[in-house]
Nanobody, 126 residues
């Protein structure tokens, strides 16, 4: 079992930045994939970015060049640096994890991930 706890959400103006954190605990060993997803009201949960334990990353096209996923293995913490935020980035952001499998990891599809945090709200106003 893996437990995930997100933090760092908030309300910002368009063009500003936020950094989300996700603290992982439990069975955090072996090859894995971690990702950030988001869900806006009335919309499906969508993948934002993923990273594996070798540091490989993948981003959704809508955030590429603005968001950066990273991890601190010593702290078992995942980050999402979000720059140049736009109103369409407004959503609940979730941290997720799964054992590593390249296709499932890089798919950025929510149902391919086994473990989820409770989410942190990001609101961007124009």
């Amino acid at each position: 079992q893996v437990q995930l706890v997100e933090s760092g959400g908030g309300s910002v103006q368009a063009g500003e930045s936020l950094r989300l954190s996700c603290a992982a605990s439990g069975s955090t060993y072996g090859s894995y994939c971690m990702g950030w997803f988001r869900q806006a009201p009335g919309k499906e949960r969508e993948g934002v970015a993923a990273i594996n334990n070798n540091g490989g990353t993948r981003y959704a096209g809508s955030v590429k060049g603005r968001f950066t996923i990273s991890q601190d293995n010593a702290k078992n913490t995942l980050y999402l640096q979000m720059n140049d935020l736009k109103p369409e980035d407004t959503a609940m952001y979730y941290c997720a994890a799964r054992s590593y499998s390249s296709w499932e990891c890089w798919s950025l599809i929510a149902h391919n991930f086994n473990y989820w945090g409770q989410g942190t709200q990001v609101t961007v106003s124009s």
